[in-house]
């Protein structure tokens, strides 16, 4: 009798599961975007607007709030509302925000939520190339890709037996999952899809679509730049880096155009001189709550502290850590130690540092008048050598921060005078450093007759590649002067 009731039980599963999945793919609908069917059943429109009113906040809070500055707020929206009432959808509400973040990058929400960052405001030169990019993410809301995502997602796990798990908490399962979640690329069909209503877009608003492909040799170069800069390979890229998130080729956009069908318009807007007059004074690079990169100085003003590496080392701000390191195989990396606070840093070491490294030979230090402990292991590393890891905990103020000090097993010796300095550098700042310091800002200049190439890169603030960095910011071939009576954008202190 078990036995029976079991089977008919699993019978009555698997054709519930089967009617369910019959209604699943009785959900095509007409995409309004491609007019092709697509499959879209487990996220309603309502839940689509749901997830990213519910989603907003996070992803404005996650990316350091709102970049302050409200006529440019204002300009991107227009912008971005112009090309919505181009699209299929142009009585849908849009929401167009300018993120407080160095970070390269745009990405949607469903429900008409757009996000751009004031890193990508700063790197586009004119309006149509900020609108290929804004008509890019609006494609992907108008096309609904992350409703196709996700109810492929949820057909999968239908397919693979867990049908009640796949249903069990619907659209709810998206609410909550980070901006991760929403950086991660699309499937090359919607990105393509994407670019190609993008083109249609900005093409129907006047632009000049020629905009979406000079944008991305900019996003190529400077991914070239920051990788440099990193010490990584040209082709690294970093994972919050737009070219990671959007992959894309000039191949790729070209056939974008074609399979748009759309045919420019006799004189497109490009708009250059009402855009940089827009971004004029953007802050470039870290904002005050970030700390700032000066040369071998870190400085963080409203956590009160700096510290100095090593001349030869390269230096990045990264949002959880500073990392330095130098051709020799050195690194450092500075960041929070949380789970210090509240108990003896001897102890911190010994119990709660790692539970994989045993940190040895740990004594108290004082660092400028700062509680502080010391200790180190050597450890392997993933390349197969063995380095000396030497860890630093500082107590600053209600805080507390540490140096992780990475170094070849055999160039130890070599490395100890320069990262003991390190380690002392770190103090409070003086009240004069608290007003010195701010944040660098992009600010445009009118290419004269008499200016050269030298002009404008002698302005540039920054300590590392200031020709590059002045030739990726205008769009310009290292070396290539700019344009007579063209506006330039320059980074200064």
């Given at each position: 009798?078990?036995?029976?009731?079991?089977?008919?039980?699993?019978?009555?599963?698997?054709?519930?599961?089967?009617?369910?999945?019959?209604?699943?793919?009785?959900?095509?609908?007409?995409?309004?975007?491609?007019?092709?069917?697509?499959?879209?059943?487990?996220?309603?429109?309502?839940?689509?607007?749901?997830?990213?009113?519910?989603?907003?906040?996070?992803?404005?809070?996650?990316?350091?709030?709102?970049?302050?500055?409200?006529?440019?707020?204002?300009?991107?929206?227009?912008?971005?509302?112009?090309?919505?009432?181009?699209?299929?959808?142009?009585?849908?509400?849009?929401?167009?925000?300018?993120?407080?973040?160095?970070?390269?990058?745009?990405?949607?929400?469903?429900?008409?939520?757009?996000?751009?960052?004031?890193?990508?405001?700063?790197?586009?030169?004119?309006?149509?190339?900020?609108?290929?990019?804004?008509?890019?993410?609006?494609?992907?809301?108008?096309?609904?890709?992350?409703?196709?995502?996700?109810?492929?997602?949820?057909?999968?796990?239908?397919?693979?037996?867990?049908?009640?798990?796949?249903?069990?908490?619907?659209?709810?399962?998206?609410?909550?999952?980070?901006?991760?979640?929403?950086?991660?690329?699309?499937?090359?069909?919607?990105?393509?899809?994407?670019?190609?209503?993008?083109?249609?877009?900005?093409?129907?608003?006047?632009?000049?679509?020629?905009?979406?492909?000079?944008?991305?040799?900019?996003?190529?170069?400077?991914?070239?730049?920051?990788?440099?800069?990193?010490?990584?390979?040209?082709?690294?890229?970093?994972?919050?880096?737009?070219?990671?998130?959007?992959?894309?080729?000039?191949?790729?956009?070209?056939?974008?155009?074609?399979?748009?069908?759309?045919?420019?318009?006799?004189?497109?807007?490009?708009?250059?001189?009402?855009?940089?007059?827009?971004?004029?004074?953007?802050?470039?690079?870290?904002?005050?709550?970030?700390?700032?990169?000066?040369?071998?100085?870190?400085?963080?003003?409203?956590?009160?502290?700096?510290?100095?590496?090593?001349?030869?080392?390269?230096?990045?701000?990264?949002?959880?850590?500073?990392?330095?390191?130098?051709?020799?195989?050195?690194?450092?990396?500075?960041?929070?130690?949380?789970?210090?606070?509240?108990?003896?840093?001897?102890?911190?070491?010994?119990?709660?540092?790692?539970?994989?490294?045993?940190?040895?030979?740990?004594?108290?230090?004082?660092?400028n008048g700062q509680e502080a402990a010391t200790g180190?292991?050597?450890?392997?590393?993933?390349?197969?050598?063995?380095?000396?890891?030497?860890?630093?905990?500082?107590?600053?103020?209600e805080n507390a921060y540490q140096f992780l000090f990475?170094?070849?097993?055999?160039?130890?010796?070599?490395?100890?005078?320069?990262?003991?300095?390190?380690?002392?550098?770190?103090?409070?700042?003086?009240?004069?450093?608290?007003?010195?310091?701010?944040?660098?800002?992009?600010?445009?200049?009118?290419?004269?007759?008499?200016?050269?190439?030298?002009?404008?890169?002698?302005?540039?603030?920054?300590?590392?590649?200031?020709?590059?960095?002045?030739?990726?910011?205008?769009?310009?071939?290292?070396?290539?002067?700019?344009?007579?009576n063209s506006m330039v954008k320059v980074v200064i202190?």
């Amino acid at each position: 009798m078990s036995w029976l009731f079991h089977r008919k039980t699993r019978r009555l599963a698997t054709a519930i599961g089967a009617l369910g999945l019959i209604a699943a793919l009785a959900g095509c609908s007409t995409n309004r975007a491609t007019g092709e069917d697509s499959f879209t059943a487990f996220m309603s429109p309502e839940q689509e607007k749901q997830v990213g009113a519910e989603e907003h906040p996070k992803i404005v809070r996650e990316f350091g709030g709102d970049y302050d500055e409200k006529d440019l707020q204002s300009y991107v929206t227009e912008i971005g509302n112009k090309l919505v009432a181009v699209s299929e959808a142009p009585d849908e509400k849009f929401t167009f925000t300018v993120l407080d973040s160095q970070v390269i990058n745009a990405f949607a929400l469903p429900g008409g939520y757009v996000y751009i960052t004031r890193g990508l405001a700063g790197l586009a030169s004119n309006e149509a190339e900020l609108a290929g990019v804004l008509a890019h993410e609006i494609g992907h809301v108008v096309a609904r890709h992350s409703a196709q995502r996700y109810s492929r997602g949820v057909l999968t796990q239908i397919l693979a037996g867990g049908l009640s798990a796949a249903l069990g908490s619907g659209a709810g399962d998206i609410v909550g999952a980070g901006a991760n979640a929403y950086l991660k690329s699309f499937s090359r069909e919607h990105e393509f899809e994407a670019d190609m209503l993008g083109v249609r877009y900005i093409t129907r608003a006047g632009y000049d679509p020629e905009g979406m492909a000079s944008f991305l040799k900019k996003l190529r170069a400077h991914s070239r730049l920051q990788a440099k800069l990193a010490g990584r390979s040209p082709d690294e890229i970093d994972q919050f880096d737009f070219m990671a998130t959007h992959p894309r080729t000039l191949d790729r956009i070209e056939q974008a155009h074609k399979a748009a069908n759309v045919t420019p318009v006799a004189n497109p807007e490009i708009g250059s001189v009402r855009y940089m007059r827009a971004i004029d004074g953007i802050i470039y690079g870290d904002g005050p709550d970030n700390g700032y990169v000066r040369g071998t100085a870190f400085i963080h003003v409203p956590l009160d502290f700096r510290f100095d590496v090593p001349d030869g080392f390269s230096m990045i701000n990264q949002p959880d850590a500073v990392i330095a390191q130098d051709d020799g195989g050195a690194q450092i990396v500075f960041e929070g130690a949380p789970k210090a606070k509240g108990v003896g840093l001897d102890q911190y070491l010994s119990r709660g540092f790692s539970s994989k490294i045993a940190i040895t030979n740990i004594e108290n230090i004082d660092i400028n008048g700062q509680e502080a402990a010391t200790g180190y292991a050597d450890v392997n590393l993933n390349s197969g050598g063995k380095a000396r890891l030497r860890v630093v905990v500082i107590r600053h103020g209600e805080n507390a921060y540490q140096f992780l000090f990475i170094t070849p097993l055999n160039k130890v010796d070599d490395y100890n005078v320069a990262l003991r300095r390190t380690t002392y550098s770190f103090r409070p700042l003086t009240r004069e450093e608290q007003q010195k310091y701010h944040p660098l800002r992009i600010k445009v200049r009118a290419v004269n007759p008499e200016y050269d190439l030298s002009t404008f890169v002698g302005q540039m603030a920054v300590s590392r590649e200031p020709s590059e960095t002045f030739a990726v910011l205008n769009g310009l071939e290292p070396g290539q002067p700019p344009a007579t009576n063209s506006m330039v954008k320059v980074v200064i202190d």
